[in-house]
């Protein structure tokens, strides 16, 4: 399947035509469409600035997988850990989230800078890019390490915390690695800033860097070898990327599908394309609320537990 994504943007891209393209995580479904024809019940918003500061009051609450389940998922991946073939695992599950509104409803009244509404199966509002294409330079963004803002010196505490840190290196180095496949004089042009993210009614500080690289003059030409040699996103796989993809599907036991997949827009000119993280899917047992955190060999599992429940949230403005 990752031979024929890559053929079809290839073509789109030599014939310099304007597509919306989304990608599942395991490459295994994708929709790709001229922008002049795009189906209804495809809705996204790619970059968009923050709403109205007046922020909308919807109760939801949320079920999270046991905390014993996830010790277990943990400290296998904690093993591979110790056994080298990971130093970074992205674990993430399903929670049940209840929420009376639809997945229209959710999209209309969420804030975020990439949002995808995909028929009545999922929304995803994205605070992460995935890569930006102008001008002939690719640029990435890895996020990796999030706080409560309303903690105590909160970007002091991330922003010194060992593994946090740790972690934000090596998807660094993995995301520059990945880049340099694709591109020449790669180089990391800002490094763990400070990005702050609404979370309903809560602020998160999360952790981000800015990698550059340039492309050839003609790269709409290679546009699928490009997008399809950086997949998975680096940042919700971990490295290896080979053998770590193989332990998440082992230890996680579900199917991610489109989370933590990817879309975007190329518009002859430039690209720009977000991961499908904070991501909500609707199935016959009700909504599920798809997260999770990068685990490193200093990780803690009540930490990342806490992780994974924090980031279940709705934007509403």
């Known amino acids: 399947m990752r031979e024929k994504i890559r053929k079809i943007l290839n073509d789109y891209g030599q014939k310099r035509e304007p597509i919306f393209f989304m990608i599942d995580f395991e490459l295994k479904n994708f929709q790709i469409h001229p922008l002049k024809h795009i189906p209804k019940e495809i809705r996204f918003e790619i970059d968009t600035k923050p709403k109205s500061k007046e922020r909308k009051k919807i109760r939801y609450s949320h079920k999270s997988i046991d905390f014993k389940k996830y010790k277990k998922a943990f400290n296998i991946v904690i093993e591979e850990i110790k056994n080298g073939n990971s130093y970074l695992l992205n674990l993430t599950f399903a929670s049940k989230i209840d929420i009376d509104l639809?997945?229209?409803?959710?999209?209309?009244?969420?804030?975020?800078?990439?949002?995808?509404l995909y028929k009545d199966h999922f929304v995803c509002f994205s605070p992460e890019r995935f890569v930006k294409i102008k001008k002939n330079q690719i640029f990435t963004y890895p996020m990796k390490g999030t706080i409560d803002a309303k903690i105590p010196d909160a970007a002091s505490k991330i922003l010194n915390n060992e593994k946090e840190t740790a972690e934000h290196i090596m998807v660094v180095d993995l995301l520059r690695n990945d880049l340099s496949q694709i591109a020449t004089k790669v180089r990391v042009e800002k490094f763990r800033y400070i990005d702050t993210i609404k979370a309903g009614e809560r602020e998160l500080i999360q952790i981000s860097s800015k990698i550059k690289g340039n492309l050839k003059k003609e790269w709409q030409n290679e546009l699928g070898n490009i997008i399809t040699s950086l997949l998975p996103a680096g940042s919700i796989t971990g490295t290896p990327k080979r053998s770590t993809t193989k332990i998440i599907k082992r230890v996680e036991n579900y199917e991610r599908g489109y989370f933590t997949g990817i879309f975007g827009v190329f518009d002859a000119e430039s690209l720009d394309s977000a991961v499908m993280i904070r991501f909500i899917e609707k199935t016959q047992n009700g909504y599920l609320y798809k997260s999770g955190g990068g685990i490193t060999i200093d990780s803690d599992a009540k930490s990342e537990y806490a992780e994974l429940k924090e980031k279940i949230y709705v934007p509403f403005f």
């Open 102 to 116: 639809t997945l229209e409803e959710i999209y209309r009244y969420s804030d975020a800078k990439f949002k995808l």
